[in-house]
């Protein structure tokens, strides 16, 4: 299966009468996935609504399919745990319009690129995202545009950027975000950034 698929490629699995729609759940983390058939881990989108496949070794390949049919009519996943699996090689585009169709993504330790972080949060500060919660820890966020993830904050329930490499002007720019009063985010995880030189006046209003 290529990561050109197409919705006519899993037509039973949109079936409503098909005894795997029961599943909804799935969680095959820390098993090395990496010779699975592409396609087969894929069609599992259309029926389940929570899938983690957390450090499950993902090639290129089953990646970029997995997300082309995320963006398909028909995929029922919701939530998505994806960490610790190399992303770098989805395409910045299909990657932002998958991950901003879903309620909760978790990409920590991904090897995300910085197009693919601004695709993502660029989506998240117009409105054109239904994600409420997003974990992009441990990835290198430090030449992203402040302004990013200034407008994540104002949209997310719950964001976590740990271990980031945040600048102080990132962070200060996120504090203000928060204080300005129009912000959604109820938890923000942010731990194993240095805070040192953040002006103690913007943190202090937090």
């Not at 990561?3 to 820390?30: E, H, N, Q, V, Y």
């Not at 319009?97 to 197009?115: F, P, Y």
């Not at 693919?116 to 409105?127: F, M, P, S, V, W």
């Amino acid at each position: 299966m290529t990561a050109t698929a197409t919705a006519s490629r899993f037509p039973k699995f949109g079936c409503k009468d098909d005894i795997r729609c029961r599943l909804k759940k799935l969680d095959i983390s820390f098993n090395n996935l990496s010779t699975m058939e592409p396609g087969m881990m894929a069609r599992a989108a259309f029926f389940l609504e929570e899938l983690s496949l957390f450090d499950t070794q993902l090639t290129k390949q089953q990646a970029c399919t997995l997300f082309t049919v995320l963006t398909m009519g028909g995929s029922q996943v919701k939530k998505l745990y994806i960490q610790y699996n190399n992303l770098s090689t989805v395409r910045p585009d299909l990657l932002a319009r998958a991950v901003n169709m879903l309620e909760e993504v978790w990409m920590s330790g991904t090897e995300l690129t910085v197009k693919q972080l601004e695709a993502i949060l660029i989506g998240i500060g117009k409105g054109q995202s239904s994600l409420k919660e997003l974990d992009i820890g441990e990835n290198n966020l430090t030449t992203l545009d402040p302004s990013f993830l200034a407008g994540a904050v104002k949209r997310l329930r719950n964001l976590m950027i740990e271990e980031t490499q945040l600048t102080v002007e990132q962070v200060e720019a996120i504090c203000v975000a928060i204080c300005e009063g129009d912000c959604e985010v109820m938890n923000l995880e942010i731990e194993w950034n240095i805070l040192s030189s953040v002006n103690p006046d913007i943190l202090a209003r937090v």
